[in-house]
C-alpha cells in the first residue's frame, strides 16, 4: 500500500491536474515534506522505478519502434491499434495523455510521462546531496541511479521526436527540450541534437562516476547498464572509437548468456549476477488495490492478437531450422505470433503474458556494439569474434561467416536486427544507419516504403506544448 501512495503521490506533483487522486492524509503534501531522510529519499527512487514500469515500457508506447519500421504490424481490419503509427500519419494532438494508447494517433502519453519521470529525476538529483551524511555510497549510488535513468529517458524521447545525429553536419538540427530541473512552471525550449548527445553523455559520465562498479541487482540501474547505454549513444553518435573502448569494458565483465545457462528464456527472468547477460531489466510490477496498478511489457501486446510479426522479421528469424530464435516467432491461425517473452515466470504479475522481467540492455547488444564500432575501425578481426560469438551461440552448428568490408558490416546490421528484434530499437537502427522502411506484407496501401529521410519518420510534439510553451513543432505536422 505504501508503494501505492507513493506512486500516486509522485503522478499527482508532476500532473497539471492537482486532484489526480485522492491519497489518504497525504493530498497536501509536496516532495520537499514527504523526503525527509536518506530513507524516504530512497522510496522516492523507488516510486521513480515504479513509474518507469508503468508508463516507460509498460504500455503501447513500447512498441512504437518495432511498429513503425518493419517487425510487427496491426492485424485487426476494424479499428487496427496504432494504425497511425504504422502508416506513418501520426497528427498532431491536443490531447494531454499518460501513455499511448490503442486510440492515439501520436506519441503525446510518451512525451508527458516521459517528462513527468524526468522531473522525479531532477528533483533526486537536486535534493539527494543534503543527506549525504547519512551515507554517502548511498546517497551517491541513487543519485547515480537517476542521473542515468534521466539520461535514458532522453535518449529515447530524441529517437522519437527528432532526426538521428546524422541527419545534419554536426547535428545542428533541432532535438528536444533537456529538462535538468524539478520545477515545471521554468520555461522549456528545444535544443540541438548535438546539445543533446552532449548532455546525455554528461549524464551517463556522471551516472557511472558515483554508481559502484560491483554489479548486484539487474533490477536497478548500475554502473555496467550505464556503460552500456553510453556505449550505445556513441554508437549511435557514430563515435566508434569511444562505443568500442566502452563495450569491451562491459562485456569484459558481462559476457554472453550460453544456451547452457539458459539463453534465450532466462534473458526475461530474475538471475543472481553473473548467471545471466541481463544489464538492466524493469520488472513486472502489479500492486494490489480498487483497481489494480501494473505494467503490460511489450510481449502481452505482441500476444493478445492484436499485432503480429512481419513477413520481413519472420523469414530472418525462421531461414535456419537449427537456430534456437526461430522460436521468437510462431504461426498461430495464419499469423506469425512474437513468442520471444516467456509466458508467467516472474510469478509477480495475475496475468501470464505480463509476468516476466522486460531487459532493456545485455550483452548481447553490447556484443553487436563491439562487432560493429570495430568494423568501423579497422579491426575485422575482432569484429568477426563478436559477431561469430552471436551467430554460434544461436546455432552451434552455424558455420563462422568470413565476410569482410560492406558484406562484414551488412552481416552485423542483420544479426542486430535479428537478436534485438522486438526489444524497442528497429526504427531507431534504421534512421541512424539512414535507411529507409522496406515491408514486404504492408498491412494496407500506401504503407510499403517510407525512403530516408523522411519528416514522417519522427512523431509531432503534442499541440499542447507547441501552443503554450512555444515549442516548434516537427516539419510537416
Known amino acids: 500500500m505504501k508503494q501505492l501512495i507513493l506512486f500516486f503521490f509522485i503522478l499527482s506533483l508532476l500532473s497539471c491536474s492537482k486532484s489526480f487522486v485522492e491519497l489518504e492524509d497525504t493530498s497536501s503534501l509536496n516532495r520537499q515534506t514527504y523526503v525527509k531522510d536518506l530513507n524516504t529519499m ?6 521513480v522505478y515504479l513509474m518507469l514500469d508503468r508508463d516507460f515500457l509498460g504500455n503501447l508506447g513500447s512498441l512504437y519502434a518495432d511498429i513503425v519500421s518493419d517487425n510487427v504490424k496491426p492485424v485487426s481490419l476494424e479499428n487496427p491499434d496504432l494504425l497511425a503509427h504504422y502508416s506513418w500519419s501520426q497528427k498532431a494532438e491536443l490531447n494531454p495523455e499518460n501513455a499511448v494508447s490503442s486510440n492515439s494517433t501520436a506519441m503525446n ?10 522531473r522525479s529525476c531532477d528533483f533526486v538529483i537536486e535534493d539527494i546531496n543534503k543527506y549525504r551524511n547519512e551515507g554517502s555510497e548511498k546517497s551517491d549510488n541513487l ?5 542515468a535513468l534521466r539520461a ?6 530524441m529517437n522519437i521526436f527528432a532526426q538521428p545525429y546524422s541527419y545534419s553536419e554536426n547535428a545542428t538540427h533541432i532535438g528536444i527540450p533537456y529538462i535538468t530541473n524539478s520545477d515545471i512552471t521554468k520555461p522549456m525550449q528545444r535544443a540541438t541534437v548535438a546539445e543533446n548527445y552532449n548532455s546525455v553523455i554528461a549524464d551517463l559520465q556522471e551516472a557511472i562516476r558515483l554508481m559502484p562498479e560491483q554489479f548486484t541487482d539487474a533490477r536497478l540501474m548500475n554502473h555496467l547498464a550505464a556503460k552500456a547505454l553510453l556505449a550505445r549513444v556513441y554508437l549511435f553518435k557514430q563515435d566508434y572509437a569511444m562505443a568500442l573502448k566502452l563495450a569491451k569494458d562491459v562485456y569484459q565483465k558481462v559476457p554472453l548468456m550460453s544456451i547452457a545457462a539458459g539463453y534465450p528464456e532466462k534473458m526475461f527472468t530474475l538471475q543472481a549476477p553473473g548467471k545471466s547477460e541481463v544489464l538492466f531489466q524493469l520488472s513486472p510490477v502489479f500492486i494490489k488495490g480498487s483497481a489494480g496498478i501494473g505494467a503490460t511489457f511489450m510481449g502481452a501486446y505482441l500476444r493478445f492478437g492484436q499485432f503480429a510479426a512481419t513477413n520481413d522479421i519472420t523469414e530472418i528469424l525462421t531461414e535456419n531450422p537449427d537456430d534456437i530464435r526461430l522460436n521468437w516467432v510462431t504461426s498461430i491461425d495464419g499469423m506469425w505470433v512474437v513468442t520471444k517473452y516467456p509466458v508467467g515466470v516472474a510469478k509477480l504479475h495475475p496475468a501470464p503474458f505480463c509476468d516476466y522481467y522486460q531487459t532493456i540492455v545485455r550483452s548481447s547488444e553490447v556484443a553487436l556494439t563491439i562487432a560493429e ?9 575482432t569484429s568477426r569474434e563478436l559477431l561469430n560469438s552471436i551467430r554460434v551461440r544461436a546455432n552451434p552448428l552455424g558455420v563462422p561467416l568470413e565476410t569482410t568490408g560492406t558484406a562484414l558490416l551488412d552481416s552485423i546490421y542483420k544479426e542486430r536486427r535479428k537478436e534485438l528484434s522486438f526489444e524497442g530499437l528497429r526504427m531507431f537502427d534504421l534512421q541512424r544507419l539512414q535507411q529507409g522502411v522496406h515491408r514486404k506484407d504492408a498491412f494496407i496501401s500506401g504503407a510499403a516504403n517510407l525512403e530516408y529521410p523522411s519528416n514522417k519518420a519522427i512523431s509531432p510534439l503534442p499541440l499542447q506544448d507547441v501552443r503554450y510553451a512555444n515549442l516548434q513543432q516537427n516539419k510537416d505536422y
Do not use: C
Open 143 to 147: 543519485k547515480g541511479q537517476v542521473y
Open 42 to 47: 530512497e522510496h522516492f527512487v523507488n516510486g
Open 373 to 381: 564500432a570495430a568494423a568501423k575501425t579497422g579491426d575485422e578481426v
Open 152 to 157: 535514458m529517458i532522453h535518449f529515447k524521447l
Open 109 to 118: 502519453g510518451e512525451w508527458q510521462s516521459s517528462y513527468q519521470i524526468i
